[in-house]
């Protein structure tokens, strides 16, 4: 059987997944995007609104995805007005309906991370809130939300989780990888505290405006080399959140990797274990090995997957990971990370693995019902 991805952008037939039976399949990467600045309008004070319109910002998207770009969405995506990602028809027809998702988990990486003015970033941060919750979690009961929140003052950020946190639409709090300092810093810990508090996780995704560069040796030149780097970001934020004792202060709090790809971790926990033999006298509040740490905190979604095509040589990272309980089910849409479903999910797993990976470890996760 095969789906047929239609839209303002062409149309392109894609091979249905497989059926898994007895799996509540949860999807733990859906992108949503208002269709414009002017979405938000209507949950923005006044003053707000002015500020909006008397400085000419048309849009706040993400740069990550530049909209020529081949990865940056699926044929077919794009609605007749508006960017991939914006039209709530269009993710029923093309994903949650074929796809039979039970839960999809929405990612709203709209760019509240790279304003300057704390009072503005803050404002915006609610309105997102506000029209995610309008437009998509309340209009769709398949779907749960990410807290976005303005980072820059993590005092009204936790405000703003308290304010949202405990409506069941909503289950983790969403910040960029690419943030102002490293997110071990105690700067954060406010955030933190809020979302263990109402039993949220920490999503942390593949973007951000910091500027910061993406590296630890300057600003890339080239796109290719900014999308490869994410991945150092994220080994740089687990070693911060590690050793700064995040996993340890709040026990609670889940911590999930969105698009950071996981054939990187085995070896930074095989390194981040070995140096911490020989210094754990500077962190003493991590008392175990880190690795064991990683692996009860982290998750991690599964696209973009940078698995090997060699079954072995997956079967040989999933084992070095040394648990199944850590990677999650995810398509990444409407972005155009892989061309056949049979691509979203490694080979070869064990079919109690497989359950897992497939809903089973977001369920746990996320504290989902039923």
């Known amino acids: 059987m095969v789906v047929e991805l239609a839209g303002a952008g062409g149309a392109r037939e894609y091979a249905r997944p497989a059926d898994w039976p007895g799996v509540a399949l949860v999807d733990t990467d859906v992108h949503i995007t208002p269709r414009s600045i002017d979405a938000l309008a209507a949950h923005l004070p006044a003053r707000w ?42 993710l029923r027809a093309q994903l949650l309906d074929p796809w039979r998702t039970r839960v999809a988990l929405t990612h709203c990486v709209y760019g509240v991370d790279g304003i300057h003015n704390p009072d503005w970033a803050t404002a915006m941060a609610r309105a997102v809130n506000d029209w995610q919750r309008a437009e998509w979690l309340a209009a769709e009961p398949r779907l749960r939300g990410s807290v976005v929140v303005a980072a820059q003052d993590p005092a009204r950020a936790a405000e703003e989780i308290d304010r949202v946190g405990p409506l069941p639409e909503f289950v983790q709090v969403l910040m960029p990888v690419r943030a102002r300092v490293p997110l071990g810093s105690r700067t954060y810990w406010p955030i933190y505290e809020a979302a263990q508090r109402h039993g ?15 590296t630890p040796v300057g600003a890339p030149s080239y796109y290719l080399e900014e999308y490869v780097g994410l991945t150092h970001a994220f080994q740089a934020q687990v070693v911060s959140l590690v050793c700064e004792g995040v996993p340890v202060r709040f026990p609670g709090l889940p911590i999930v990797l969105v698009e950071s790809g996981f054939t990187w971790l085995p070896a930074l926990m095989w390194r981040l274990d070995k140096n911490w033999k020989g210094l754990r006298r500077e962190v003493p509040w991590v008392d175990r090995l880190p690795s064991e740490v990683i692996r009860e905190s982290v998750r991690l979604t599964a696209q973009p997957i940078d698995a090997p095509d060699d079954p072995a040589l997956l079967r040989a990272v999933l084992d070095r990971l040394g648990s199944d309980r850590m990677l999650m089910f995810a398509t990444d849409y409407p972005h155009h990370q892989f061309d056949d479903p049979a691509q979203a999910a490694p080979a070869g797993l064990p079919a109690e693995s497989m359950a897992r990976f497939l809903g089973g470890n977001a369920s746990d996760t996320y504290r989902l019902e039923g």
């Open 49 to 90: 609104r002015d500020y909006v319109r008397e400085s000419g910002v048309r849009s706040l998207e993400s740069d990550l995805y530049p909209p020529r770009s081949p990865l940056s969405a699926i044929p077919g995506t794009r609605p007749d007005t508006g960017p991939p990602g914006s039209d709530l028809d269009l």
């Open 200 to 214: 949220l996780a920490l999503a942390v995704y593949a973007g951000g405006s910091a500027g910061n560069p993406v």
